[in-house]
Nanobody, 123 residues
Framework: QVQLVESGGGLVQAGGSLRLSCAAS????????MGWFRQAPGKEREFVGA???????YYADSVQGRFTISRDNATNTVYLQMNSLKPEDTAVYYC?????????????????WGQGTQVTVSS
């Protein structure tokens, strides 16, 4: 059974930090790259970043240097550490699993999704 459960969203002021967590089912965590997408109101879902089982990472240009993805193999959890947050980072953040690190190239139908968690950055 595929299961991705996010937590950690909330409201933060610009310049602040938040950490999102995503607990995954054992099979998915062991066999897929894990990552994050986000979707702001009125906009398409966009790729944020991902990490594979070898701990290689790949990020969107918009978050490079501010966001960091990590994984804990002992707990099947992937994290998104978000620093220097901006109001334009406000979105629903979705945990994702796919068969390649650059998830932006994977058809949406081939991605496993969590339920999403809201991140709001106030100015």
């Amino acid at each position: 059974q595929v299961q991705l459960v996010e937590s950690g969203g909330g409201l933060v002021q610009a310049g602040g930090s938040l950490r999102l967590s995503c607990a995954a089912s054992v099979y998915i965590f062991a066999n897929y790259a894990m990552g994050w997408f986000r979707q702001a109101p009125g906009k398409e879902r966009e790729f944020v970043g991902a990490i594979n089982r070898f701990r290689s990472t790949y990020y969107a240009d918009s978050v490079q240097g501010r966001f960091t993805i990590s994984r804990d193999n002992a707990t099947n959890t992937v994290y998104l550490q978000m620093n220097s947050l901006k109001p334009e980072d406000t979105a629903v953040y979705y945990c994702a699993a796919a068969d390649r690190l650059d998830m932006s190239r994977v058809p949406i139908a081939n991605v496993y999704w969590g339920q999403g968690t809201q991140v709001t950055v106030s100015s």
